[in-house]
C-alpha cells in the first residue's frame, strides 16, 4: 500500500519539434517544485517530437491542477500538446 | 528511478483517448429514495428533492476531478433512483407528476444530464401505484427534461405480463403524441424491459434496485474506437486470433472504468457497485459498432453474418472485461442503438439494416430494439407486438432485452429525425404493415418457460 503515497504524474510531450521544448517544460516542472524522476525522449518517425516525463508531486509548491494548467498554456505557446496525468492511469491499463 | 511503464504503452493510452474515442461513458450515483415515502405527493417530492441534492452534491465536481487527475473524458455524471412506483406508490395519478418534476429539478440543481428511475415493475402484475406511474409517462416525460422512465414488463420467471405488454403501446404512443413538436423525444427517455438489471449505470434504462445498498457507484465504460482499431489491425487473421484481440483490448478499456469507478467510490466515500462492460457507441464518426462488425468482414452492417459478427464480439468483449473488473454487471454487453452509432445509420440509409435483422442481433447481444425510429402512424398494438417479441427473446434466452422506439408524429418511412447530442439522428425505419391486433387484444400472461428442454 505504500504506492498510495506517491505522487508521480505522466507529463506527455507530443508535437512538432522545434528548439526548446525540454527546457521549456522542465523550467514549468523546476518552478512547481516538482522532482523530475525519468525522461524518455524521441523522435519518431523523423518529425514528430515525443518527449515522456516521469515526475513526483509529493513535495511540489503547487497544486496538480495548476501544473497542468501551466503545461497546457505551454504547450499552446509551443504547438505541441502537453499532457499531465497521474501515473495510476497508466498502471492500471497496462500492469495487473 | 526507472520508468514502470514502456513508452509504447503510453503513447497507446494517450492513442485511445485522444484518437479513438476512448471515455468512461458515465458515473452513475445510485440513491435509495425508500425513506421519501411521505403522506402527501408534496412532501415527498420535496423529500426526494432533499435527498438527491444533498447525496449527489459533489458527484459532478468529483467526477471533472477524476477526468483532470488521468487525463480520461468522463462524459455523463448520472443518478438512479429507487424505482418510483415503490416510493410514490400512493400518490395517485397528479402526485406522480409532482415527484418526476422534483426529480427533473434535483438532476438540475446538481449538474446531471439524465436521472433514471421513473420505474415500475410489473413483469407479473400491476398495483394501483405501478398503473399510475404508467399512465403518468406520457406527460412526465414531455414536461421534464432529464428524467428516464422504464417499465421491466417480462422476466424468465415470471413470464410475460401482455396486460403490460399492450398497455405499453399505447403509452409509447402517447408520449410520442405528447411530445410531437420535438418528434416524439419523450419516446427516447423511455425504455420498456425484459429481465432489467438492478444496477445498470446507462441511460435510459437505469434504476437502482431494491436490493441495492443505500448509495452505490456504478461505471459505463465505453470504447467502441478502441475495438474497432484493434479489429483492423490484422485484416485476414482467423477468429481465435481475432477474439483474443477484442479480449486483450476489453480488458485495458475496462480497466479504466475499475480505476474510475474505485476513485470516485474513495472520494465520495461511497461503496463501489460495478463496472458495466457495454460497448456503448456515440454518434461520433469511429465510435460505432457497425463499423467493428463491418471491419470483421461484412460488406455491411445488417447483411447475413452480422448475427454471428455480433456474438463473436460481445463474448469476447465480455471474457476480457470481466478479467478486467472486481465487480462486473449491468448490462455489460454490446449496445446497438440505431440513432446513436453512425455505423448502424448508415446502414439502414443503405437498405442493409432492418428492423428484422436488429431482432435477431439482439438475441445476441445488450440490450434491445434502441433507438429506433419507426413511423408515426405505427398502431400502438403493433409496437406492443415489437415489445412482445423482443421481451419473447429475453424471456427464453435468459438476458436483458428492451425496446425503446420512437413512433416518429407525422414522419413517414425515409423520413429524418434528429434527436440531439447522445441520442443521435436517425432515418424513419419501416414496420410490418400487418396486424398484430387481435394477438394483443388476448392480454393476460405468457407463462414462464421451462428451464429444461432447451430447444
Keep these: 500500500m505504500s504506492e498510495k503515497k506517491e505522487n508521480r504524474v505522466i507529463v506527455t510531450v507530443l508535437g512538432q519539434d522545434r528548439v526548446g521544448i525540454i527546457a521549456s517544460v522542465a523550467t514549468i516542472i523546476a518552478d512547481a517544485g516538482a522532482n523530475i524522476l525519468d525522461i524518455s525522449q524521441t523522435i519518431m518517425q523523423g518529425e514528430i517530437f515525443s518527449m515522456i516525463m516521469v515526475i513526483d508531486m509529493a513535495v511540489a509548491t503547487i497544486s496538480y491542477d495548476q501544473l497542468r494548467a501551466t503545461l497546457e498554456q505551454k504547450g499552446n505557446e509551443l504547438g505541441v500538446q502537453i499532457m499531465a496525468q497521474h501515473e495510476d492511469v497508466f498502471k492500471f491499463m497496462h500492469r495487473i | 528511478m526507472p520508468l514502470s511503464i514502456t513508452t ?23 440513491i435509495s429514495l425508500r425513506d421519501c415515502c411521505r403522506t402527501d405527493a408534496k412532501a415527498t417530492a420535496q423529500a426526494i428533492y432533499d435527498k438527491v441534492t444533498r447525496t449527489a452534491k459533489n458527484l459532478v465536481p468529483v467526477g471533472e476531478e477524476i477526468e483532470r487527475r488521468y487525463g480520461i473524458p468522463i462524459i455523463n455524471k448520472r443518478i438512479s433512483v429507487t424505482p418510483i412506483a415503490l416510493v410514490a406508490e400512493s400518490m395517485g395519478l397528479e402526485g406522480y407528476t409532482i415527484v418526476a418534476r422534483a426529480l427533473d429539478e434535483a438532476a438540475k440543481e446538481v449538474g446531471v444530464n439524465f436521472i433514471g428511475g421513473y420505474s415500475a415493475l410489473v413483469h407479473k402484475g400491476m398495483t394501483p401505484g405501478d398503473k399510475a406511474l404508467i399512465d403518468s409517462l406520457p406527460e412526465a416525460l414531455s414536461t421534464t427534461e432529464r428524467v428516464c422512465a422504464s417499465v421491466n414488463v417480462a422476466t424468465t420467471k415470471a413470464g410475460i405480463n401482455m396486460d403490460a405488454v399492450a398497455l405499453m403501446g399505447r403509452v409509447v404512443k402517447a408520449a410520442a403524441k405528447a411530445s410531437a413538436d420535438r418528434d416524439g423525444l419523450a419516446c427516447a427517455k423511455l425504455v420498456v424491459f425484459c429481465n432489467v438489471p438492478e444496477d445498470n449505470p446507462f441511460m435510459a434504462g437505469a434504476f437502482h434496485g431494491i436490493g441495492e445498498p443505500e448509495c452505490v457507484i456504478n461505471v459505463g465504460v465505453s470504447g467502441p474506437g478502441v475495438v474497432l482499431n484493434a479489429v483492423r489491425k490484422d485484416p485476414h487473421c482467423d477468429f481465435g486470433t481475432l477474439a483474443s484481440a477484442i479480449k486483450h483490448t476489453a480488458f485495458k478499456i475496462t480497466r479504466m472504468g475499475e480505476l474510475v469507478g474505485r476513485a470516485a467510490s474513495e472520494s465520495l466515500g461511497v461503496p463501489f457497485g460495478i463496472v458495466d ?89 445488450s440490450v434491445g430494439l434502441d433507438m429506433i425510429a419507426v413511423p408515426g402512424d405505427t398502431p400502438a398494438e403493433t409496437l406492443s407486438a415489437i415489445i412482445a417479441d423482443e421481451a419473447a427473446i429475453g424471456m427464453i434466452n435468459r438476458k436483458t432485452t428492451a425496446v425503446r422506439v420512437i413512433p416518429v408524429p407525422g414522419k413517414k418511412v425515409g423520413d429524418h429525425v434528429e434527436f440531439g447530442g447522445l441520442l443521435g439522428h436517425a432515418p424513419v425505419m419501416p414496420v410490418h404493415n400487418f396486424s398484430s391486433s387481435a394477438f394483443i387484444a388476448r392480454g393476460g400472461r405468457i407463462p414462464a418457460p421451462l428451464q429444461a428442454l432447451n430447444n
Design chain 2, 8 to 30: 509504447q504503452e503510453i503513447l497507446e493510452t494517450i492513442r485511445m483517448v485522444q484518437m479513438e474515442n476512448l471515455d468512461i461513458r458515465t458515473i452513475t450515483m445510485g
Design chain 2, 277 to 365: 462492460l457495454s460497448l456503448a457507441p456515440t454518434p461520433a464518426i469511429g465510435d460505432s459498432v457497425a463499423d467493428i462488425l463491418e471491419a470483421m468482414g461484412l460488406e455491411r452492417c445488417g447483411t447475413h453474418g452480422t448475427t454471428a459478427a455480433l456474438a463473436m464480439l460481445n463474448d469476447a468483449v465480455k471474457k476480457g472485461g470481466a478479467m478486467a473488473s472486481s465487480y462486473v454487471g449491468g448490462l455489460s454487453g454490446a449496445f446497438i442503438p440505431v440513432s446513436e452509432d453512425a455505423g448502424m445509420i448508415a446502414a439502414v440509409e443503405a437498405g442493409a439494416l432492418t428492423l428484422d435483422k436488429l431482432e435477431a442481433m439482439t438475441c445476441v447481444c
